[in-house]
């Protein structure tokens, strides 16, 4: 079987699993939080404006809403973490363009499915912060990732594998580790097949640094 159309099959199922986890989290958060909030509302004084429901609301159901906005904060960190690796992906490989269009709508109605309430306001904050402590983390990465790229010099080995009975298989693994390798598309790597103690090893090594 094809070491990379199994991984991508993994991978495919991985991100299917996320989202499954995310949906049912996301189903069960709502049902309880908007079961609570029918209740909290009923007693509000809907002649008040917006903002003094608000208070009203907070002032009376403080702890649960805490707890409800805590909650919130942390599914929507990661639901948006999630959707920019899910970004990621489609930007990598387009064979998964309509999952990936799928996946974002799903995950963008799910965060967004909180404001309109009394407290969407708040909900809507949460929301911008959370997005924002997700660009600052993809912002970091990429910080780190293009400094690791500048830490590469040509010719530099990065990756031994072996030993393999036979030199088919030293270059099979070499290519499939190479073709798994093309998010850091400023490095091109090269393969050296050698043979020690009757068994053979494939050195991967930096064979160009794109400019």
Not at 93 to 118: A, E, H, M, P, T
Request: hydrophobic share 50%.
């Amino acid at each position: 079987m094809d070491t990379t159309a199994t991984s991508n099959r993994k991978n495919k199922w991985r991100f299917y699993s996320i989202q499954a986890i995310l949906s049912i989290s996301w189903i069960g958060y709502l049902i309880k939080f908007y079961t609570f909030y029918e209740e909290a509302y009923f007693f509000l004084d809907k002649r008040l404006s917006l903002f003094l429901q608000l208070l009203s609301f907070l002032h009376d159901n403080w702890m649960e809403s805490f707890i409800y906005f805590i909650v919130s904060f942390i599914l929507m960190s990661i639901t948006l973490f999630f959707t920019y690796l899910v970004y990621l992906v489609d930007k990598k490989d387009q064979r998964y363009k309509g999952i990936v269009q799928l996946f974002l709508v799903i995950n963008l109605i799910s965060c967004l499915s909180l404001i309109f309430n009394v407290a969407g306001i708040v909900f809507f904050i949460l929301f911008v912060l959370a997005a924002s402590l997700v660009y600052i983390i993809s912002i970091l990465a990429a910080i780190g990732y293009r400094k690791e790229e500048i830490d590469y010099e040509e010719g530099e080995v990065i990756e031994i594998k072996g030993p393999f009975e036979t030199e088919e298989q030293a270059i099979k693994v070499a290519v499939d580790f190479i073709t798994q390798w093309q998010e850091k598309e400023k490095l091109i790597l090269g393969e050296e097949i050698y043979r020690e103690d009757s068994e053979y090893y494939a050195s991967i090594y930096i064979e160009t640094i794109k400019k």
